[in-house]
């Protein structure tokens, strides 16, 4: 018999194909959320599962599925994991880091240039039928090139939207608590500044970091109070780095410029002040959409999750300390 897994989210019937080939599979391919109790049941007599950063995959989860060896996760964030109750039960956690740097990278430079000129607001009006002649004022909006990019967390992403800005002739700068080798920092074109400087200095101040219980509104009143009022701030990490009532507080007073946004704090619900704002990009937390990308994320995580479970060290293993 082959052993039993869940995929808990619906994914492309290929990556169902190739787990079968393995594995006898429970998938979820209507797509309820299943939460903690519908994984609490689901998982109950899996030995694996492919999972998304939607599901809870707390110590109660974990407790509750005694014969569970390994959680993929088809995701480069795991803060929906709670890693030490895996390596306390023996579970492997795996991730996907690498395959949607370029995407999320995207994706963060189209909000960047969608809040800076003002794209969401002036076509909402043009459909509203309310552009009635050109004018020379009309929807001004900020010049992207040669402004400061500033990124805070500059890993793989933060990197890939640093090399972006070269075709901008942008200055960039970053903060990260260890700044990077000289010769990346140079393939970046970057500069390490303390965080004061890069919220001082940025035009456009992208956020790139995981989510942990130290970055919980790493972006509050203070940190947007010392941003320029010229500036935008771009979050396509997680939900609860900035606080989102502190920054539509500074987005309605205009003490800060713009705002393009993936990610909110209690996705999937959000704030709906954000929807009184005109000068927000908003998206559904789409960072790493696109098929190609979701294509490879899904089957890094099958990868993941047939090493694991013949035996093998997953590629992308967070806890190598369930092997001690
Ligand atoms: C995921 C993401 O698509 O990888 C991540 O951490 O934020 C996105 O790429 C999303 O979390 C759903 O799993």
């Not at 797509?31 to 950063?53: N, P």
């Not at 707390?58 to 959680?71: G, N, Q, S």
């Not at 929906?80 to 880091?97: K, Q, R």
């Not at 039928?129 to 967390?153: M, N, P, R, S």
Request: hydrophobic share 50%.
């Amino acid at each position: 018999m082959k052993p039993r897994i869940l995929v808990s989210r619906a994914v492309f019937p290929e990556v169902i194909s190739r787990l079968a080939g393995h594995f006898e599979v429970d998938d979820n391919q209507a797509d309820v959320i299943l939460g903690v109790e519908g994984l609490k049941v689901r998982l109950a007599d899996k030995v694996g599962a492919l999972t998304a950063a939607t599901d809870p995959l707390t110590a109660a989860v974990i407790a509750a599925a005694p014969k569970l060896k390994a959680v993929c996760n088809f995701a480069v964030g795991y803060n929906n994991i709670d890693l030490a109750a895996c390596s306390g039960a023996g579970v492997m956690a795996t991730n996907t880091p690498g395959v949607l740097d370029d995407t999320t990278a995207d994706l963060a430079w189209a909000l960047l240039m969608a809040t800076a000129r003002r794209l969401p607001a002036a076509e909402r009006w043009l459909r509203n039928g309310e552009w009635k002649g050109w004018e020379f004022v009309q929807w001004l909006g900020t010049d992207v090139h040669h402004a400061t990019l500033g990124i805070l967390g500059m890993g793989r992403i933060g990197q890939t939207v640093a090399r972006r800005a070269l075709g901008f002739d942008m200055k960039v700068i970053y903060h990260k608590r260890t700044p990077l080798a000289a010769e990346t920092e140079a393939a970046c074109r970057a500069t390490w500044v303390d965080k004061a400087t890069l919220l001082r200095e940025s035009d456009f101040l992208v956020l790139l970091l995981p989510y942990t219980p130290e970055n919980h509104h790493l972006i509050g009143a203070a940190e947007l109070a010392l941003m320029k009022p010229t500036a935008h701030l771009i979050n396509v990490a997680r939900g609860g780095i900035v606080d989102d009532e502190a920054l539509i507080s500074a987005l309605r007073q205009r003490r800060l410029c713009g705002a393009g946004l993936d990610v909110y704090e209690g996705e999937p619900k959000f704030n709906p002040g954000f929807l009184e704002l005109d000068n927000v990009a908003l998206t559904p937390h789409i960072g790493s959409s696109s098929r190609a990308t979701r294509m490879a994320m899904a089957m890094t995580a099958a990868d993941n999750l047939i090493a694991a479970l013949s035996g093998q060290r997953p590629p992308n293993l967070l806890n190598p300390d369930v092997l001690a």
